[in-house]
């Protein structure tokens, strides 16, 4: 991958910076490469953990590997604001609501055999067409298409965005969390 | 970096995602896997926002979606919950009632 990015020129990244070695443009991006990979392989184990495990504690707890990852691919793509409510929604609000669910539904806390159903095999050709197939399309698609996040979107950008091009959306979503809330309630009353 | 790096990851994360739900029994563990697939989905828009220089509309969108997988969450849970506490059990072959 870093080769083919070599030979395909650095159209993007270092072509506005006149005179850069496109050797030194390459080893530029290095880190980010390097913390991608670290990420990108913390993130296939763990998100291979949270659907082939036997314990529906610990499938949580790989759960949080997974969305903390994701949360570093933010950072990765420039992208501040959403890496941090990333971090305080899902592993601070969700994962934690999973848990609760755990326990209060009294799941076999510990390693259980019986947490998958009898169509695993359709499921795996399901998952392993649609890697195919979406792999295939994005290769073709972006080749060699380059993101070049050299500088981090603050949060200023994007609160300007949503209070004003996005406020009604923004209003939107609040009136369906407040449903979402009344709804829950509802649900899991006791009556 | 590669815009595909970061959307191989996603569609990775996607196809683990489809696999848990298709493949688990516990309504709890199936919430999870949606999370999978609606994180894959996040990591698309960031990414493509990144890669159309500094447009944030990718970040908003991507804001958007984990309020409304809050939602999800929230409402998903309590309704395993209410199997839970009418059937003692929240493994989903069981509550196929509607199934005709």
């Known amino acids: 991958m870093h080769g083919f990015a070599h030979?395909?020129?650095?159209?993007?990244?270092?072509?506005?910076?006149?005179?850069?070695?496109?050797?030194?443009?390459?080893?530029?991006?290095?880190?980010?490469?390097?913390?991608?990979?670290?990420?990108?392989?913390?993130?296939?184990?763990?998100?291979?953990?949270?659907?082939?495990?036997?314990?529906?504690?610990?499938?949580?707890?790989?759960?949080?590997?997974?969305?903390?990852?994701?949360?570093?691919?933010?950072?990765?793509?420039?992208?501040?604001?959403?890496?941090?409510?990333?971090?305080?929604?899902?592993?601070?609000?969700?994962?934690?609501?999973?848990?609760?669910?755990?326990?209060?539904?009294?799941?076999?806390?510990?390693?259980?055999?019986?947490?998958?159903?009898?169509?695993?095999?359709?499921?795996?050709?399901?998952?392993?067409?649609?890697?195919?197939?979406?792999?295939?399309?994005?290769?073709?698609?972006?080749?060699?298409?380059?993101?070049?996040?050299?500088?981090?979107?603050?949060?200023?950008?994007?609160?300007?965005?949503?209070f004003q091009q996005f406020v009604i959306p923004f209003e939107v979503v609040s009136v369906l969390l407040l449903a979402a809330l009344i709804g829950a309630v509802v649900l899991a009353r006791r009556d | 970096m590669l815009l595909n790096e970061f959307l191989l990851l996603s569609a990775f994360l996607f196809c683990a995602g489809v696999y848990g739900a298709l493949a688990r029994k516990n309504g709890v563990l199936v919430l999870m896997s949606i999370e999978l697939i609606l994180n894959a989905a996040n990591i698309n828009l960031v990414a493509f926002g990144a890669f159309h220089g500094n447009d944030v509309t990718g970040q908003i969108f991507a804001l958007f979606t984990i309020a409304i997988a809050a939602a999800e969450v929230g409402v998903g849970l309590a309704i395993v919950l209410l199997i839970y506490r009418n059937r003692r059990s929240i493994d989903l072959p069981d509550v196929a009632d509607m199934s005709g």
């Not at chain 1, 499921?123 to 080749?143: D, H, P, Q």
């Open chain 1, 7 to 162: 030979h395909s020129g650095l159209e993007v990244g270092s072509a506005a910076v006149p005179g850069f070695h496109p050797l030194a443009a390459n080893l530029r991006y290095l880190p980010l490469h390097v913390a991608f990979g670290l990420l990108a392989a913390a993130m296939v184990i763990a998100a291979v953990g949270v659907v082939t495990t036997k314990n529906v504690v610990h499938a949580a707890l790989y759960l949080v590997v997974v969305l903390a990852g994701v949360a570093g691919l933010y950072i990765l793509a420039a992208a501040e604001f959403v890496a941090a409510v990333q971090v305080l929604v899902y592993i601070g609000a969700i994962v934690v609501l999973f848990l609760f669910g755990i326990m209060l539904t009294r799941a076999p806390i510990g390693r259980t055999a019986d947490l998958d159903n009898d169509q695993r095999l359709p499921a795996v050709l399901v998952a392993l067409a649609l890697a195919g197939l979406l792999g295939t399309i994005l290769v073709n698609a972006y080749g060699d298409k380059k993101v070049t996040p050299d500088q981090p979107v603050h949060t200023a950008p994007v609160s300007i965005a949503l």
